[in-house]
């Protein structure tokens, strides 16, 4: 236990190399509160702070520790910080970088559903989400331009791109399969020596290894152990798995708690490929499985998490918490939608501190490993194609009342029905993506413009 204790908390002799641990939280408070835009804005704001303004690590090390977590289930952005956190000050580092990275996401996501559930079906709450779901449609679609223009790099990431979406939106693919099948595709790809897998360059700010604070050395505790490797892997997993065993032992299998502490343990397992394709993934469950909220709804929530500092999946504590208070039992709908949303955030967000502290010192021994790489451009160019499926699924429940659903020959989608198309909502998203693809607006200024005019449809009379 000592070894695990010694791995924990930062000594003097390796304090961040030369960055004390107070320093540390103030700078990875300050990446919190600006931790706006989703995972690539995010990840903006970490580059910008921690490798060109503070010069904590590297270029190359910043980009193969986000190569890392781009593989891995969960928000890469937030694992992208405890990596760093723990790289810099151990675990304890770790644990501070990333719990500071999603603490004012679940402060204002907390907030912001106890007014929904309160107040959502005041005219004046109503009108405003209406307005913000127009707008998340168009940021949903600058995500599929963002990315697709970084992943698309030759014809066979376009084939990849395309034999997602065809699988996901048409045949109902679970979107682990195709993850899966991406990943093993470009590491063959890769290890074949194929160009087309080859890792694409990145802008550099100029500045090797010996430049940073880290320098070029592998940190004592970032190398492998397996002794410690075991003991972190068991404390995390009883961190985890424990309250879970508990909920379902207290309350029975088919309680609602039970369902959200077993589906969002299941999602944190299998959603790679970042936040969008998360949220595909979890559409489709709490929608349409578990029926624990209406597509609106859905909306309404990442319209939430789009507008609050912290990762998009903060969304998954709006569902946890809508699911809850919905099926109260003893106690009130607000609380129990509290105690909901925050189990829904723990068994999110637990297992990416596992994958970070287990996985990272063998990572580490990894760097410009060409299978690794050639594994994360196939699987980020098939991402594109699940957020245009997002895309779509979303533009079905936003700008069309009425869909129908087409099954048969393989085939399971929903079609819309053309004459039950929202004119306030098609005219709303198309201002919103003009304004976001043309004109370069910010995101906020944009919801916010979204929600006013939201406000104004609904007193003419118009929504």
């Known amino acids: 236990m000592s070894e695990l204790v010694s791995s924990t908390a930062p000594t003097q002799a390796d304090a961040g190399h030369g960055v004390s641990f107070a320093e540390a939280f103030k700078v990875w408070l300050r990446v919190a509160l600006l931790s706006f835009g989703g995972p690539a804005g995010q990840i903006a704001v970490m580059h910008r702070i921690i490798v060109d303004e503070k010069r904590w690590v590297s270029e190359s090390r910043f980009l193969h520790a986000l190569n890392y977590c781009m593989l891995l289930p969960g928000p890469e952005a937030q694992q992208l910080a405890t990596y760093i956190g723990w790289l810099m000050h151990r675990t304890a580092g770790g644990l501070m970088a990333g719990g500071l990275f999603i603490l004012p996401g679940i402060i204002a996501i907390m907030a912001l559903s106890w007014i929904y559930v309160a107040f959502g079906h005041v005219w004046f709450v109503e009108a405003l989400f209406f ?55 470009g590491y063959l790809g890769a290890r074949g020596g194929r160009p087309e897998f080859a890792a694409a360059g990145h802008g550099s700010n100029g500045s090797g290894d010996g430049d940073s604070a880290l320098g070029e050395i592998l940190p004592e505790h970032a190398r492998p152990n397996s002794r410690r490797t075991l003991l972190t892997a068991l404390v995390w997993l009883a961190l985890w798995l424990v309250p879970v065993a508990v909920i379902v032992a207290a309350t029975g299998s088919g309680s609602t708690f039970s369902q959200i502490a077993l589906f969002f343990s299941k999602m944190a397992m299998v959603t790679f490929g970042g936040a969008y394709a998360v949220l595909a993934y979890v559409g489709q469950q709490a929608v349409e499985h578990y029926h624990w909220l209406r597509p609106a709804e859905m909306l309404d929530g990442l319209g939430m998490a789009e507008t609050t500092p912290g990762p998009l999946i903060m969304v998954l504590q709006f569902v946890g918490f809508i699911a809850a208070s919905r099926d109260p039992g003893p106690l009130s709908p607000l ?7 925050l189990l829904a955030t723990w068994v999110t967000f637990a297992p990416c501190f596992l994958w970070i502290f287990v996985g990272a010192p063998y990572i580490e021994r990894l760097r410009g490993n060409k299978g690794l790489a050639g594994a994360l451009g196939a699987i980020t160019a098939a991402v594109v194609g699940v957020i245009l499926n997002l895309s779509i699924w979303f533009a079905l429940h936003t700008l069309f009342r009425q869909t129908v659903p087409i099954s048969g020959f393989g085939l399971d989608f929903d079609a819309p029905v053309l004459s039950s198309v929202d004119g306030a909502a098609l005219l709303l998203s198309l201002a919103a993506a003009v304004a976001i693809l043309r004109f370069k607006l910010d995101m906020l200024t944009v919801l916010a413009a979204a929600c006013a005019a939201g406000v104004l449809l609904r007193l003419a009379g118009w929504s």
Request: charged content about 5%; overall charge positive; aromatic content about 8%.
């Open 335 to 341: 609380i129990a939608g509290t105690l909901g949303g």
């Open 131 to 185: 307005g913000l779901k127009a707008a998340v449609l168009a940021i949903v679609i600058q995500a599929v331009v963002r990315v697709g223009s970084r992943a698309l790099r030759n014809n066979v990431m376009i084939g990849l791109a395309a034999a997602a979406f065809v699988a996901i939106f048409f045949f109902a693919v679970p979107f682990p399969i195709i993850i899966i099948a991406a990943g093993v595709i």
